[in-house]
């Protein structure tokens, strides 16, 4: 595995209810059944100042925020190797997820995105609701900033913000960008 550089997304897993209930989600929703259930944007690599950790921003229910992940670990999953990105890809991917700080959390995305998966009606209101960046899931700002980086890890046609971490999780495993 390639050491974790910013703009690299990272994944890990969640332990608890929280993260059995979005394993489960995912899995109803045809994703598969992965160990990953929270993304992330490394902002920094790991420094003398922080052995073994890099420097993220990912989103919570408070808001996106810094935080410390482990660059290596039993549940830990980075796109290190496995995207190809240039310099300045990598630059305007931490821009974006620095801009994004603070963007709330919106538990709410994950039954929009349900929804449209099981054919729900109001396919048009969950679009507008989920392409709303107002608020995001943790893999819904993944995607946004490589996005706005011009950078499309999805292109499957599905609608800009219908992804989930076992997603980012399928894309890695799987080989890269579709």
């Known amino acids: ?35 990953y259930e929270h993304a992330f944007i490394v902002t920094e690599a790991e420094t003398p100042e922080h052995p073994g950790m890099v420097g993220a921003i990912a989103a919570f229910p408070g808001g996106a925020r810094h935080v410390l992940y482990p660059v290596d670990g ?50 048009a209101l969950l679009k507008d609701y989920v392409a709303d960046t107002g608020h995001m ?3 819904q700002l993944v995607d946004r900033c490589y996005q706005e980086a011009g950078v499309r890890l999805f292109a499957d046609g599905r609608w800009p913000g219908f992804v989930v ?3 980012l999780a399928n894309l890695i495993l799987t080989g890269g960008p579709r």
């Open 137 to 139: 899931i943790c893999s």
């Open 74 to 123: 039993p549940h830990m999953l980075y796109s290190s190797g496995h995207i190809p990105l240039t310099d300045e890809q990598r630059a305007a991917i931490v821009h974006w997820a620095t801009y994004y700080l603070g963007t709330p959390y919106s538990a709410a995305d994950y039954f929009a995105i349900a929804a449209h998966h099981l054919h729900l009606p109001g396919s």
């Open 1 to 35: 595995m390639a050491a974790p550089q910013p703009g690299d997304f990272g994944l890990v897993n969640i332990n608890g209810a929280a993260g059995t209930l979005i394993r489960i989600g995912q899995w109803l929703d045809g994703k598969g059944f992965r160990q």
């Open 165 to 167: 971490p076992a997603d």
